[in-house]
């Protein structure tokens, strides 16, 4: 496999072209963006930390039954996936109040839910991801009601198993993002599975391991992250 150009540069990842139309590489930087990119900064090593913790869950959930664009880790910063036609929609899975949905329901950040949340954000940098539902992304023709279903289950399935996962390592799953893309017909899950889509708390103490250590500068987040990798190799 030969790397060819570069496809995509987004906040965290570049996406190149190889010599197998199938095929990307995909690249993880330090980059660390919030607020829809109104705060930029730099975390050190994210980018190996974020690919490493990606190969490993990846990995995880294909043991599992579940389907990625997770092909194999090629160095410290890059892993090869499958080319995938991304669904420009977010599906976010949440355990536990925090972030949007406590600011939103106008409760504190921790309230225990009596049941999972699934919700759907519109994939638009320009719009900041907006909050949609079934009924819009059918109207705008963003996914076909199979693939949403299909998402939906995914990410019910993903949470059930990651829940345990991070819960065998002392760390408690509260939320999570995920995104989906279209392989030769089939709807696989895509980007990345890391604690900068994740909300990742130790148990107990309940300290934030993921990216709202940069979002709200709360400090000692390369620690946070090393820490997430240290964990889910165990
Ligand atoms: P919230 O809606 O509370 O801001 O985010 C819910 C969960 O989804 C959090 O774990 C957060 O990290 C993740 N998430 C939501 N939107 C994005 C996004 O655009 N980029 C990343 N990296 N994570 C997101």
Not at 16 to 20: A, G, I
Not at 115 to 131: A, H, Q
């Given at each position: 496999?030969?790397k ?5 540069e ?5 996406l ?5 139309p ?6 993880f930087k330090d980059d ?43 160095d ?8 995938l036609e ?26 225990e839910?009596k ?17 949609i ?10 996914a ?9 289950e995914?990410a ?10 991070f819960?065998e ?15 030769n017909?089939e ?8 604690p900068?889509?994740?909300?990742l708390?130790?148990?107990g ?5 993921d ?24």
């Open positions: 496999m030969k060819l150009g570069k496809l995509y987004g906040k965290a990842k570049v190149y072209e190889t010599d197998d199938n095929l990307l590489v995909q690249y660390a963006t919030a607020f829809n990119a109104g705060k930029k900064g730099v975390i050190g090593d994210k980018g190996v930390v974020n690919n490493k913790v990606s190969e490993r869950i990846f990995k995880y959930l294909s043991e599992n039954g579940v389907k990625s664009h997770f092909v194999e880790r090629l410290d910063r890059e892993m090869l996936v499958k080319r991304i669904i420009q929609v977010e599906v976010i899975v949440r355990n536990v109040a925090a972030g949007s949905i406590a600011r939103r329901m106008g409760v504190e950040e921790g309230t839910l049941d999972t949340i699934v919700e759907f954000c519109y994939k638009s940098d320009e719009l900041g991801d907006p909050f539902n079934e009924y819009v992304i059918r109207a705008f023709g963003l076909s009601d199979d693939e949403v279903r299909v998402m939906t995914t019910l399935k993903v949470n059930e198993l990651l829940t345990r996962f819960d390592r002392g760390i408690v799953l509260v939320d999570f993002k995920l995104e989906f893309g279209r392989h017909g709807v696989l899950l895509g980007d990345e599975i890391t900068d889509g994740c909300r708390w130790e148990k103490t309940l300290e934030k391991l990216k709202d250590r940069f979002r709200r500068d709360l400090g000692k987040i390369e620690e946070a992250y090393a820490e997430v990798l240290r964990k889910v190799m165990e």
